[in-house]
């Protein structure tokens, strides 16, 4: 169901809490606006879209936060991505995040379904003159990735809620509990970050779905690596890390920036490479 929007500007873990061709990094602070969306009565989904500075059409990436998690927690890699010129739309979904009334993490099911209605949305609104997302967004150029909770909701709408919007994906400390491996459609590159010091998603599980993925793809390890702090600090030692692998995978992926792909087969041992 297309949700509804108002516009204004504004400046897993489980139960355990949680157009142009080449792309050049935008060199002013991205601009905020806070976009109410609604899946239907039940499931507001109030979004946050970072633009990149100066203008422009920009691929998008539909980020999803962890169970129990905040959008806010994310800031600091949001922002990462942003500077480097992608929109970067953060929806709060309505019974996962850190502060809903009420919680339930099979609610995952559900929130595949919710990244197609943000980008209905999204998508509605850049296509109409006079609206602040007008003519910023690249419908032909849009990944959805995510955290713990989020990265098993990226799994599903690449597989079995397929949305064929989605050129790719990026999994960070996920796996495919409950929504399962059931990729189809036109192949979508997916990225996983894991750490090896997971206790809450353990490398073992986002390994599985990994090795499911029938489509290019690509696992960074990361040795010393907990559930949280790597995606959410940017005082933990492999956050520079994980920030710089993800922006390359997106320039890569949706740019077509051979540097980037460069830099991503240089990681060493702890990258497995199967982009192609």
């Known amino acids: 169901m297309r949700g509804r929007i108002a516009i204004t500007a504004v400046g897993l873990l489980l139960v355990a809490g949680c157009a142009a061709p080449e792309l050049e990094a ?65 929806p709060t979904f309505p019974y996962t995040h850190g502060g809903a009334a009420q919680l339930d993490v099979m609610d995952l099911l559900h929130q595949p379904a919710d990244v197609t209605a943000v980008l209905d949305a999204l998508l509605t609104r850049a296509a109409q003159p006079g609206d602040p997302l007008h003519d910023r967004l690249d419908p032909d150029r849009i990944v959805a990735g995510g955290h713990s909770l989020g990265g098993m909701t990226t799994v599903g709408a690449l597989g079995r809620w397929r949305d064929p919007r989605l050129r790719a994906g990026i999994v960070l400390a996920g796996s495919a509990r409950d929504v399962g491996t059931q990729f189809r459609g036109e192949p979508a590159p997916l990225l996983f970050v894991h750490g090896v010091a997971d206790s809450v998603v353990t490398l073992d599980q986002g390994r599985a779905a990994y090795d499911a993925v029938p489509w290019p793809k690509a696992f960074l390890t990361l040795p010393q690596g907990t559930h949280r702090n790597p995606f959410m600090s940017t005082f933990d030692p492999d956050w520079a890390r994980v920030a710089e692998a993800t922006t390359d995978f997106l320039r890569w992926r949706l740019t077509g920036d051979a540097a980037a792909r460069a830099r991503l087969a240089a990681l060493g041992t702890d990258f497995e490479d199967r982009l192609g």
């Open 26 to 90: 935008a060199p002013a602070q991205p601009s905020v606006l806070r976009v109410e969306l609604a899946n239907g009565p039940d499931r507001p989904l109030p979004t946050e879209i970072r633009l990149p500075g100066g203008g422009g059409r920009h691929p998008l990436v539909v980020f999803v936060h962890g169970y129990t998690c905040h959008v806010a927690e994310y800031e600091d890699l949001l922002t990462h991505w942003a500077r480097a010129g992608f929109a970067v739309a953060a």
